[in-house]
Each structure stands twice: as structure tokens, then as C-alpha cells.
Nanobody, 124 residues
Framework: QVQLVESGGGMVQAGGSLRLSCAAS????????MGWFRQAPGTEREFVAS????????LYLDSVKGRFTISRDNTKNTVDLQMNNLKPEDAAVYFC?????????????????WGQGTQVAVSS
């Protein structure tokens, strides 16, 4: 089992940047595929990015490609989401998630463990 804690959220102006971090505790972090999801008020939770166990495989939501970068450090048990050129539509609660299977995925139900989320606000 793994416990996930997100940090790094906040308020930023449109065009600005934020870096979210997710710290994992528990065993064998490197065996988990990791993902970031987000949920804005009144909407369903949606996929943002996923990264494979070694970091080589990555998958992104089309609307964040070229602006967001997911990365992980298996020595520190962390997964980060660098968000650049933020837009008002990126505002949401961002969640970190862990998947026990080996392949990256954009599907919510493929992930077994979830953090509590961190709020990102973007002013226009």
C-alpha cells in the first residue's frame, strides 16, 4: 500500500507557472505507475498526465501537452507536475494517484491509491 500527499498548489496569474509535488510513503514506489488528475467544481475528475515506473513512458491530456511536464524521482519517492503557461481553465483540485499495473493509463478506475488533492487557482 502507498500513501500520497500532494503539495505546491496555490494561486497564479494566467501565463504563470506552478510545480506540484506528490510524496509517497510506503513500500516499492518504483513499482507504481503514477498519475495526476484534476477536478474543477461541478465537473468530473479528469486525467492530466501519467508516468511509467522508470519515467520513460509518459502520457498527457491533449490540452496540457507542451505546457505540463510530469517527472518522478524514485530515490526520493516523489512525482512532480511542472505546469507552465497556466490558463484559467487549468484551475482545479489536482490529485496524485498510483497504479499497481505496469502501463501508463488515463483511466481513473485504473488507479488504486489517491491523495487528498491540492488546489490550483488561475486568475485571468
Amino acid at each position: 500500500q502507498v500513501q500520497l500527499v500532494e503539495s505546491g498548489g496555490g494561486m497564479v496569474q494566467a501565463g504563470g507557472s506552478l510545480r506540484l509535488s506528490c510524496a509517497a510513503s510506503g513500500r516499492s514506489f518504483s513499482l507504481y505507475v503514477m498519475g495526476w488528475f484534476r477536478q474543477a467544481p461541478g465537473t468530473e475528475r479528469e486525467f492530466v498526465a501519467s508516468i511509467g515506473r522508470s519515467g520513460g513512458d509518459q502520457l498527457y491530456l491533449d490540452s496540457v501537452k507542451g505546457r505540463f511536464t510530469i517527472s518522478r524521482d524514485n530515490t526520493k519517492n516523489t512525482v512532480d507536475l511542472q505546469m507552465n503557461n497556466l490558463k484559467p481553465e487549468d484551475a482545479a483540485v489536482y490529485f496524485c494517484a498510483a497504479r499497481t499495473q505496469a502501463t501508463v493509463s488515463s483511466l481513473i478506475y485504473d488507479y488504486n491509491y489517491w491523495g487528498q488533492g491540492t488546489q490550483v487557482a488561475v486568475s485571468s
